[in-house]
C-alpha cells in the first residue's frame, strides 16, 4: 500500500503551485498518494502563508491539533513562507514538527522527509528547474511560475524577506512547459511571479534580452493554448506598450489584477510603491478605453500607519473611479523584517487606531459590494465565452474571458469546452447563464 500525505496549503497561488509540486514530487519519487484525512496520513504538511499575523499565529495551534490525531509514526513538516522566516524557531517551540522547509526550498522536499528535526530555510538555494514539475494536471487550467521571489521593498511587506530575491525562468522553459501542459489537454495558463510584469530583469543564468510583454506574445504563439492569464501585475510596470498588447492579443484574457493598495499618493508613497493616484487611475483609464469589456481585480490594506480619513477617501474615490471587480482587502498587518515594523518601533509612524481601521474596512468592502451588484447587473444580456472548470449540483461552473464565475445549466461532457452562454440570471455576485 502506498504511504499516505496530507497536505494543508495557505496563502496565494505560488503556494498552491508548490504544494502541486510537492505532491507530484513526493509521489514520483517517494510513492506517496494524497489523502484528505490527516489521522490515516504518514506525512502531514502544512503549507504556510506569513503575509498578515493571524494565520501565522495559528499555525503553532494547528500543529498541536494534528499531533494530537496522527498515527503514532506520522511524520509532521513545516513549509512556505512561514517556514522560510521562522526557520529553527519553528523546532524550537514545539517538538512536534520532524522538519522545516522554507519556500524556496521546495524541491528538495523528498531529500528532507528522512531527516529528523532539521531547517532548510537557505534563500540563495535556486533551482529554478523546481517549478516544473507538475503531476496532477486537470484537464483545464495550468499554473506555471514565470518568476520567483521579489525585488521590491514595499514597506509593509514580508515576501521579499520569504521568498527571496527575484529570479525570472528562461523563457523556453516556460514555453516548454506551457506546451507540455497544452499537449495534456490544459485550456488555460495562469502566468505566476510576484511581480510578473519585471520579467526578464535577473536571469539564474546567461539569458537573450526578454521582457513580460514579449513573453506574452511568445507563449499567445503556442497552437493548441487558448487562454493566458496572469497574477500580479504591479501598476507601475504598466507600461504602453504592455497596455497595448494586452489590448489587441486576442489570447489574453480580459481580466486584470491591478493591486492598488492605497489611492493616497502619500500613502503610496510611504508604503514605497512607486506610483501615485493618478498613475494608477491613468493605467486603468487607458485600459478601460481600449477594452470596454475590461474587469479590474485589486488588493488593498486600509489602515496602514498614518492613514488619515482624507487618505482613505482617496482610496474609496479610486474604488468609485475604477469599480474594481475582485476585491481582496485587508486591516495593516505589521511584520517583521519590513521596514514599516522599523519606522513604527521608532516611532517615527504611528499605527491607527483598530476600530477606525476596521471601520474603513467594512465600508470599504460595503462600497465594493454595491458597485459590484450594478456591474453585475450590467451583464444580464451579455454573451460570454465561459470555460467550464466542473460539473456541480447539475450545473457547469466555469469563467468568462473577463473572469466572472458564471453557472450554466448543460452536460457534464461539455466540462473542458470553451463555450458561448447568455447571462439570464444575476443572484448577488452569483451569475447564471444560458449556452446559445
Ligand atoms: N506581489 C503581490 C502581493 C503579494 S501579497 C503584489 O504586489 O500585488 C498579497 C497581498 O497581501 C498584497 O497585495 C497586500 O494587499 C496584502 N498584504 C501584504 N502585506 C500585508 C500586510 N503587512 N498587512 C496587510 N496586508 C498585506
Ligand atoms: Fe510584497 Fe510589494 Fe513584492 Fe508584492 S511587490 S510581494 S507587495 S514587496
Ligand atoms: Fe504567498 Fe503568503 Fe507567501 S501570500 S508569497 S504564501 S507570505
Redesign the pocket.
Known sequence: MSKKLYIETLG?AMNERDSDHIIAELSDKEGYGLTNNPKEADLILINTCS??EKPEKKLFSEIGQYAKIKKHDAKIGVCGCTASHLGDEILKKTKAVNFVLGARNVSKISQIIHKDRVAWVDIDYDDSAYVFSQGNISNVRGFVNISIG?DKK?S????PKTRGKEISIPADLIINEVKRLVDNGVKEVLLLG??VNSYGKNFSTIHRAINFTQLLSEISNINGLHRIRFT?P?PLHMDDEFILEFANNKKICKSIHM?L?SGSTKILRDMRRGYTKEWFLNRAEKMKSLIPQLTIGT???VGFPGESEEDFLDTLDVLEKVSFDTM?S????T?PHTEAKELLESGKIELVDEDIAKNRLARLQDRHKELLGITNQAQLGQIHEILFESYKEGMLEGRSDTNKLVRVSGDESLVGSICNARISEVRGAQLFGELV
Open positions: 496565494c503575509v498578515r521579489c514595499c509593509y511587506c514580508i515576501v510576484q511581480n500580479s504591479h493591486p493598495q488588493d488593498i490594506i481582496y485587508f486591516i495593516y498587518s511584520r
